[in-house]
Structure formats: C-alpha cells, structure tokens
C-alpha cells in the first residue's frame, strides 16, 4: 500500500475542510450583488461544502478517515462536525450508530413515520440542540463587528440550513421512506446508477443501501459498491 493510498482518507478530509474556509473566506469578503450570479453559485458551493464538512464527520463515526490512527480519524470528524454549526461529534456518533442498528423503527433517531415536514422537524430537533442555537449566536454577533450582517447571513447561516435539508433529502427520507420488502434487511433504497448527480447531491449517500451494506466504506469509494 503505498503512502497516499494509506492516507488518502485524511487528505480529502482535509481538502474538504480547506475547501470549506476557502470559500467561506472569498463570500464573507465579496460585495453582495443580488443581481449577480455568483450569489446562487457561492449559495450552492458552500452549501455543498457543510455537506461535506458532515459525511467527513460521517465517515469518522465509522472509522473510515484514517482507519490505522483512531486519534487522527477523531479529531477529523470532530473539527468537521464543530465547524458544521457547532455540532458535537460526541453527540452525533451514538446517534448514527442507533440508526444503523435500529433503522427504520422506533429507535432509529433518523426514522419518523410522518410526511416530509413532520419528519424533517423531528430529524432537526434530534441534532439541534440549545447549546448549538447560543454558540451560533454568539458567533454571529461577534463576526458582524467586522462581516457584513448580510454575507454571515447569505454565506455562513443559510449554507448551513440548506446543507441539513440537503443530508435529510438525499440521505434520510428518500432512502427510508415508504415501505420496504420484508427481504431488504436494512430498510433502504438506492438511487439509480448515476455518479456525477450522486455526487452532486449528496456525496454518494443516495446510494444509501449500499452504504448501509458496507459501512466501512469510505464516502469516495461508495460508488464503487454501486457497480
């Protein structure tokens, strides 16, 4: 194995997550123009990176980030999730484990048997918590003293919302909605065989069955097992 293949897990982390600040930095710098179209493309491309920034804490509650370095795996996934809104890796790691092992039920923290509003309340209430809400207004108001209000608002804040609904959509009620045959042991479905929109729209994790089979696949080769 040679050393970028044995650490290839760390550096596209880290490239996610440099990704992330790097466009974070130019939109909370650039003078909004509402009449541009840079203003929807920085929307969606930040958008995109908080998307990230979550399956790199995903993949490290699997253990998949550096699987020879358990420290390094953590510390990944708790950076990432930290700068996704000030979520806690901590929190989250039980949680995705309860999901895998008791998905699609009761105790599925990611499962509701309601409609898309109902369910995506419930999917918000389970990660959101007071502590997240303080720590994101804090912040705000200390960065406002030298952001325009309006940037933190369109590049920081709503990114962020959109990220969560994007992680719900494409990796929580489309694959676990509805019924499932009695013979599909992990209560999942697949997205059809389309790389570049599965990509786009949620890292791979439209094909959620897959993931689902193989857990110990990292977010990058998820597509492989599509094959």
């Given at each position: ?102 998905v699609a039920t009761d105790k599925d923290p990611d499962y509701a048997q309601k409609g898309f509003f109902g369910w995506y309340l419930k999917f918000l209430m389970e990660y959101v918590d007071w502590k997240q809400i303080v720590l ?24 962020s919302f959109l990220a969560t609904l994007q992680l719900f959509y494409f990796g929580t009620y489309l694959p676990h909605r509805g019924e499932h045959e009695a013979t599909n042991k992990h209560k999942a479905r697949s997205q059809s ?35």
């Open positions: 194995m040679t050393l970028l293949k044995k650490h290839l897990g760390v550096i596209i982390s880290i490239l996610i997550i440099s990704a992330w600040f790097v466009m974070l930095s130019i939109s909370l710098q650039w003078e909004v123009t509402y009449t541009s179209l840079l203003l929807p493309l920085f929307i969606l491309v930040q958008s995109h990176l908080y998307t990230g920034l979550f399956i790199t804490a995903h993949d490290a509650m699997h253990g998949v980030i550096s699987p020879s370095n358990s420290t390094l795996n953590k510390i990944l996934g708790t950076f990432a999730a930290l700068l996704f809104a000030f979520n806690f890796y901590h929190r989250l790691l039980p949680k995705h484990h309860e999901h895998h092992k008791y994101m207004a804090i912040t705000f108001n200390i960065l406002k003293l030298y952001i325009p209000q309006e940037n933190l608002l369109l590049f920081w804040i709503a990114p065989k389309n790389h570049l929109w599965a990509f786009l729209s949620c890292y791979f994790f439209g094909y959620h069955y897959e993931h689902h089979n193989t857990p110990w696949v990292p977010w990058w080769k998820l597509y492989q097992q599509k094959q």
